[in-house]
């Protein structure tokens, strides 16, 4: 795809305006298809089941359900009559056709860094997808959150307008890596906490933050929360294959590995792992002490463990390599948020599959058979057990998950 | 009417290791290929998860995973002057149900044939003279040497990921491993299994007796292990939970861990469950087939056009298939005349049970394909001279598990229930072994399968008929492994030892194994086989049976999985390389 890293900084910094006119190159719309992998806009515009970015899966949000449109140039209810101009504004200034405001479940904060010709890339490719006829109502919020006029006020807040400015101190990988994470791939949309509003905690860039039903990690290099203690190599292993010697992706990201990340080039993978393993020192989380194993709740913890996760997890918490996820030393186990914990052990779930680790294991669901504070033990235990230290579960904490838990 | 399906490539029927194989094979070589299996999608984490998967009531005792009669039976006989009836319960085998087929449920032996097994008549009659042989067995060379299938073998045991030691490495000779096999090209992928002490007492009392005991070859991962599709496998916790139930902790080889998930991957593959496939359709000609019929749950019939079908269900249920669809012609055993259910044979097996004094064995401690063995009879392996029978079997001390419903020895003369009973239970159950012989089946002329007169199933068409006894020549081998067996285990100083030869007549209600091997016999002579050395039917060249345990010509002494698997990545590479090519007849 991009040929060298040379190449790769050129189409970031600079437009090649002879290249942009051409709407019906191969070249570009074989860019712009690229760029709807990095950006994994199927995730979000097709349906499980449905035609491709015909739209019509439901977000649900904190302030309701929101539906991706159809972005097919199906004239009628797809994009089709939308112009170039009003597809760069919504990209880049959260406006929709007519100038319609968006709602920031379109991750306009994050696409608003890509470059004017990548967005013009994505565009030529959407306009060579199969037109489907879907008509999506795609604003389905409660009073007051469904008055559209409102993202005038959330956008002065939150959203900064503007493209990607490369760092200059820093090498081309690493500002290629930069524009990846924080533009196309907007890997900030699920892993920055957000204000009460919705918007993101910009001081606390990918740090962690819950989402249905989910606590998307922190990908920080803070060594005891985030994933400092990984290398490159395990990163660019995780992104490229969804499995690394630390863990697995499951749930959303087993499926953004598997329709993004897996499908990105070496020469991205590789720069958005430089970016990662280089953005700042973070070890603003001190470990905390650990619960002591002769709490009778670790006790209790360590029992459960023993008779439902060493088969797998081993007793020593290191797991397998690929197969089953490393307990010790684990930064999703340590997280201060154990939703993601809780939910594993009452749902279940499963890895992602990618064409080198085609395995996909699968986590059982503990619902039926362990209860509430047998689950905050097992848990407790885990957390502070082979050096790792984290906060006690609490079973209310468990039994407001299992009430609302969505299902797999 | 059926309706009418989109044609494809390939139609595949059952979806256990061969369908499994043969699919991957075939969709990564391009061709749009469908399996329709009869019974359910059935997935580790989903259907077996280590949360309930060691529920010895529901599996081992309930039988979960396996084929209900009322699905699909056959009837019974011991010979041709009896009347056959309905299996009602099975209890001497068990055949599967669903996706994955027996490769959930079985064990995990991966055991090679002997290169003599392959040049079986030929071998005998130069060595003992052609009067050796009853008149009536029926056994015949395979049309194919064990040379031809060493890669095969060993890449169904990459795949695998079968841990052992090898005894013969390319002609050389290892220490620790099986000194009668044939030769390996690599040693194993995974080292061997940890041994219990019952295994660990076995192979002391073997080499005090003169003989070589080896681990036993076991598809439950002795490491983790990740194969060449890239699926990976977990190691073996030992929990003693194999045989008739699913692997919740991805530690034994089988469709699931080792090719569905990379199959699935294919946008070329499509899986159609629980949908029987009733008779492949051929064309006006008979010489070639249009695809298959098959009915879905509803009842409602679909035809499924494809250029090359392959029959990929239980062995006893391709012969049926060949029956039902007229490919072949079936075998008459009044005139030895016809091939299609012909050599119908089995496994003749045996034990010995010892109490020990003091020890304490924890049986519970297992694992499918656990256990110290010695091929010293197997085969051809010791001179048959004067013995007045051929063939032979592998015996050893293999601890497949301690489940405590079924795991209930108690010494001679213990009543059968009550208080008495449960104390010798408790007192015995650490202290007791069953040691076992596993042997030889070979074919003979009135041990067949055809279609039943009288018995139909649900959906009207006849039941197939077994009919089938042990012949003097296997009871003959199974006193003499027996007596071998006791002569090892004696000594192990055992306070009680307890010999189980074999006896005839065959009979249906103890569990023997699921090893029913023939009936679409592979040959070099259209003559007495129904399927050519490439498994394609000699009679309808876009049919194969890609190494079903059908397609053996008599059973040899060893567990068929392991050639079952070898066979299937055989007929892969001849459909890809030879039949592709050029469609028509291979030989």
């Not at chain 1, 060493?310 to 939703?339: I, K, N």
């Not at chain 2, 996706?99 to 449920?105: C, D, E, L, W």
């Amino acid at each position: 795809m991009y040929r060298s890293l040379a190449t790769a900084t050129l189409l970031v910094a600079t437009c090649n305006v002879t290249f942009a006119q051409d709407t019906q190159s191969f070249d570009r719309i074989e860019r712009g298809r690229y760029l709807s992998v990095l950006g994994d806009c199927a995730a979000c515009h097709t349906a499980p089941g449905g035609q491709p970015f015909a739209g019509g899966l439901a977000l649900q949000t904190p302030f309701g359900k929101l539906v991706a449109p159809n972005i097919t140039p199906d004239r009628e209810t797809g994009i089709g009559n939308m112009t170039d101009q009003e597809f760069i504004a919504a990209l880049h200034e959260g406006r929709g056709m007519n100038g319609k405001r968006l709602y920031p479940a379109m991750p306009y904060p994050a696409y608003t860094k890509m470059s004017e010709e990548d967005v013009l890339a994505l565009r030529a490719y959407f306009a060579t997808v199969l037109p489907v006829s879907n008509r999506v109502i795609a604003n389905q919020l409660p009073f007051p959150f469904n008055i559209r006029q409102a993202m005038m006020f959330w956008n002065t807040v939150n959203f900064t307008p503007g493209r990607y400015r490369p760092d200059p101190q820093k090498s081309a990988e690493w500002n290629r890596g930069a524009y990846i994470v924080e533009g196309a791939a907007h890997c900030g949309t699920c892993h920055t906490p957000k204000t009460i509003l919705g918007g993101d905690k910009n001081d606390e860039a990918l740090a962690g933050a819950a989402l249905q039903g989910w606590f998307a990690p922190n990908i920080t290099t803070d060594s005891h929360r985030g994933i400092g203690a990984w290398s490159k190599d395990d990163l660019i292993e995780y992104l490229k294959t969804g499995t690394n010697n630390w863990t697995l992706a499951s749930g959303p990201m087993a499926e953004a590995v598997t329709h993004s990340t897996s499908r990105m080039t070496d020469e991205d993978i590789s720069a958005i792992a430089t970016y990662l393993k280089d953005s700042g020192e973070r070890d603003s989380t001190r470990k905390p002490d650990p619960v002591v194993a002769e709490d009778n709740v670790m006790r209790a913890g360590a029992a459960i463990y023993k008779d439902s996760c060493a088969a797998c997890h081993t007793d020593s918490g290191t797991g397998e390599v690929h197969l089953f996820p490393r307990l010790a030393g684990s930064p999703l186990v340590q997280s201060g948020d154990p939703t993601t914990l809780v939910r594993m052990v009452l749902l279940g779930g499963r890895a992602g599959s990618t064409a080198s680790m085609p395995t996909a294991p699968a986590m059982p669901a503990f619902d039926w058979r362990l209860n509430n504070a047998q689950i905050a033990a097992v848990l407790t235990y885990v957390r502070n057990s082979w050096g790792n230290a984290a906060s006690a579960v609490s079973s209310v904490a468990v039994a407001n998950q299992r009430d609302t838990g969505t299902r797999r | 009417m059926p309706r009418k399906l989109p044609p494809k490539d390939v139609v595949i029927i059952g979806l256990g290791w061969t369908g499994s194989i043969l699919g991957y094979e075939l969709a990564k070589a391009g061709l749009d290929v469908v399996a329709i299996e009869r019974g359910p999608w059935r997935d580790t984490a989903t259907d077996f998860p280590p949360g309930y998967s060691q529920d010895e009531l529901r599996y081992a005792v309930r039988l979960d995973l396996f084929l209900r009669p009322d699905q699909e039976t056959l009837t019974f006989r011991n010979n041709m002057n009896q009347t056959a009836l309905p299996i009602r319960n099975f209890v001497s085998f068990l055949p599967g149900n669903g996706v994955g087929g027996a490769g959930v449920h079985w064990n995990g032996q991966t055991w090679r044939f002997l290169p003599t097994d392959f040049r079986l008549r030929t071998h005998l009659e130069q060595r003992y003279g052609k009067d050796a042989l009853p008149a009536d067995m029926t056994i015949q060379d395979w049309p194919l040497s064990y040379d031809e299938i060493e890669p095969f073998y060993d890449r169904f045991e990459k795949l695998c990921g079968t841990s052992g030691k090898a005894g013969n490495i390319k002609g050389v000779k290892q220490s620790g491993g099986n000194p009668f096999e044939g030769w390996r090209s690599s040693e194993y992928p995974t080292p061997p299994l940890k041994q219990g002490l019952g295994a660990t007492l076995f192979a002391e009392a073997a080499r005090k007796t003169g003989h070589t005991p080896f681990p036993q070859p076991a598809s439950n991962m002795s490491e983790a292990y990740t194969n060449p599709l890239g699926m990976k496998l977990g190691q073996c916790t030992y929990c003693g939970f194999c045989e008739r139930f699913g692997c919740g902790n991805y530690s034994k080889a089988s469709p699931q861990t080792c090719v569905l998930p990379a199959l699935l991957r294919f946008p070329n593959f499509t899986a159609q469950t629980e949908s029987e496939v009733t008779r492949i359709n051929l064309d006006s000609t008979g010489k070639r087939a249009t695809g298959v019929t098959y009915v879905d749950t509803s009842g409602e019939e679909w035809e499924q056009p494809a250029n090359i079908v392959l029959v990929c269900a239980y062995a006893l249920f391709n012969v049926r298939l060949m029956l039902l669809s007229g490919i072949g012609k079936p075998y008459d055993a009044q005139t030895g005349q016809g091939v299609v259910g012909r050599n119908y044979a089995y496994q003749t097996t045996s034990s010995v049970a010892v109490i020990l004094k003091d020890k304490i064995l924890n049986p519970f401690i297992a694992t499918g394909a656990h256990g110290m063995i010695v091929d010293d009879y197997n085969g051809d392996n010791f001179d048959h001279a004067g013995l007045g029978f051929v063939g032979g079997g592998y015996m050893g001390m293999g601890q497949t598990n301690g489940r405590p419903i079924s795991t209930r020895p108690v010494p001679s003369g213990t009543p059968k229930w009550g208080a008495r009973w449960k104390k010798a239970t408790s007192e015995t159950y650490n202290r007791a072994m069953s040691l076992s012989t596993h042997a030889s089946s070979y074919s003979y002329k009135d041990c067949y399968l055809d279609l039943d007169p009288s018995y139909r199933d649900r959906l009207g068409r006849p039941l197939m008929r077994m009919t089938f006894d042990f012949h003097e020549n296997e009871l003959k081998m199974s006193a003499f492994l027996t007596e071998r067996l006791a002569e090892i285990a004696k000594a192990l100083d055992p306070v009680e030892l307890t010999k189980n030869p074999r006896k005839g007549p065959y009979t249906l209600n103890a569990y023997q194994t699921t090893h029913n091997t023939g009936g679409t016999v592979m040959g070099g002579d259209p003559a007495n086989s129904v399927l050519n050395r490439y498994c394609q039917s000699w009679d309808v060249h876009n049919v194969f049976i890609p190494g079903g345990a059908s397609v053996f010509p008599q059973n040899h002494g060893y567990n068929p999985t392991d050639t079952v698997g070898a066979l299937a990545y055989w007929t892969a590479d001849a459909i890809k390389d030879r039949y592709l090519r050029n469609p028509g007849p291979l030989m």
